[in-house]
Nanobody, 126 residues
Framework: QVQLVESGGGLVQAGGSLRLSCAAS????????MGWFRQAPGKEREFVAT????????FYADAVKGRFTTTRDNFKVTVYLQMNNLKPEDTAVYYC???????????????????WGQGTQVTVSS
């Protein structure tokens, strides 16, 4: 089992920034990717970003490319999501997720991930 604890959400005005953190504990050996997803009210959970644990390669959804950056700290087993130039449409509950092993499908598919955090609310006011 892997436990994920997220922090850093909150209320911010449009154009502002927030930094989310997600700390992993438990059986962290074998983690290949850590991803970020979000879910707005009445909408499906959608992919935001992912980072490979060994090489640090990153992939982003088009909606956040150029504004969001994900990084990781292998020693702390923690992943971060720096969100700049936030927009009201970024309002959602943000979740981090862990993938162990290889993807059988795509890195942006939520059902590819094995463990999930509890989520943290991000609200962007206009």
């Amino acid at each position: 089992q892997v436990q994920l604890v997220e922090s850093g959400g909150g209320l911010v005005q449009a154009g502002g920034s927030l930094r989310l953190s997600c700390a992993a504990s438990g059986r962290t050996v074998g983690i290949s990717n850590m991803g970020w997803f979000r879910q707005a009210p009445g909408k499906e959970r959608e992919f935001v970003a992912t980072i490979t644990w060994s090489g640090g390669s990153t992939f982003y959804a088009d909606a956040v490319k150029g504004r969001f950056t994900t990084t990781r700290d292998n020693f702390k087993v923690t992943v971060y999501l720096q969100m700049n130039n936030l927009k009201p449409e970024d309002t959602a509950v943000y979740y981090c997720a862990v993938k162990r092993g290889f993807y059988s499908g795509s890195y942006y598919a939520a059902d590819e991930y094995d463990y999930w955090g509890q989520g943290t609310q991000v609200t962007v006011s206009s």
